[in-house]
């Protein structure tokens, strides 16, 4: 079974997913579902902060960056105080301290690889020996950046590089944020944004970006389902509807966008529920909706929510695993990617 799909899953609905499961993500079988996309990130000689917004197809990084310039990448796993910040990545190569990293096979430095498993919503640095475009593919799952707090963090964020936001209206009302240390790597070197108000947040890029005290901060628009599994939204034939809630924790409006991207055999078949409250006799109805293509929702206030109760409309499901992502986007620049499994045994062929 393909990581991806195990840290999706609950470890009961891993079990229930059995043999069919592996062909959810299998990155060469002939029977694999998607949907997958791609991402291309732009690499320069040198050091670069990158951010994953997919999980790749091959995870092992002797694959992954075979046939590319790539020879070093590196994540780090402990807090960096402001004492500990470095300006140039080549500090990390001296003292790896804190350090996963992989080497190149072949290298005279190799042994000391122990970055085994490149994921999705992270960030690494990585080092090209020449300019390269990267692309590669992979499958969505929903993530959310890793805080450290009173200390500096590498994240990065799904921005929406179509109406990407700038530094200062991303973090703007945030409270463990609102110092605004946000550095990115210009040229090798960690450089302070200093014009937060001119500088564009940018796609698959990451940021040293500190913390005061902790932070649980994905980005304007914070996204909550109350689901078993990590990584996105599954259904059986017995799961009921789950609920999906959007809210605007920016001091701006927002408006949304729901779309989405069908698997290889089909798109599953969603709808949202609504409450109503009948203003004559206080009675409450829920009135179901089917969600087949998109969905636009009006501009949230802050602080306010939209909260969407998913289902599947399983008198039409007719295959035993289908695959569709949800795509969440919104104009303070964020696309959001859950992906949505639906399994029903009863239909095995």
């Known amino acids: 079974m393909n990581r991806a799909l195990s840290r999706f899953c609950s470890a009961a609905i891993v079990l229930l997913l059995g043999v069919v499961s592996g062909s959810l993500l299998h990155a060469d079988g002939a029977d694999a579902l998607g949907p997958f996309r791609t991402q291309t990130i732009e690499l320069e000689a040198g050091w670069n902060a990158v951010y994953l917004e997919i999980e790749p197809l ?75 475009t990267w692309t590669f593919s992979g499958a969505s799952f929903f993530g959310t950046a890793q805080w450290h707090p009173n200390a500096y963090s590498l994240v990065g964020f799904p921005i929406d590089a179509a109406q990407a936001p700038t530094v200062e209206s991303f973090f703007a009302g945030v409270e463990a944020h ?17 014009a937060p108000a001119a500088t564009l947040m940018e796609a698959g890029t990451a940021y040293w970006t500190h913390s005061v005290g902790s932070s649980e901060f994905q980005g304007p628009l914070q996204v909550d389902f109350n689901s078993e599994s990590i990584g996105g939204l599954i259904y059986t034939l017995e799961t009921g509807a789950q609920r999906l809630v959007l809210s605007n924790v920016s001091p701006y409006p927002q408006a949304l966008e729901l779309s989405l991207v ?22 409450v109805q829920r009135t179901v909706t089917p969600l087949n293509g998109s969905l636009q929702i009006d501009a949230l206030e802050a602080g306010q929510s939209a909260v969407l109760e998913l289902e599947v409309r399983q008198s039409e499901v007719r295959a035993e695993l289908m695959t569709t992502t949800l795509v969440v986007t919104s104009d303070a620049g964020l696309r959001i990617e859950i992906p949505v499994v639906s399994v029903r045994r009863d239909l095995q062929n």
């Open 262 to 283: 069908a698997g290889d055999n089909g798109q599953i078949p969603l709808a949202y529920g609504v409450l109503q409250i009948n203003g004559d006799t206080d009675s």
């Open 178 to 194: 609102e110092d605004l240390k946000v550095y990115r790597l210009v040229s090798g070197s960690w450089s302070l944004v200093t």
């Open 58 to 132: 091959q995870t092992d990084p002797n694959l992954l960056f075979a046939d590319t310039p790539i020879e070093i990448v590196s994540a780090y796993f402990r807090p960096v105080s402001a004492q500990q910040f470095v300006e140039s990545p080549n500090e990390v190569l001296a003292d790896p301290k804190g350090w996963n990293v992989w080497y190149r096979p072949g290298r005279d430095d190799e042994l000391l690889t122990d970055l085994y498993d490149i994921q999705a919503h992270s960030s690494y640095l990585i080092y090209s020996e020449s300019a390269f």
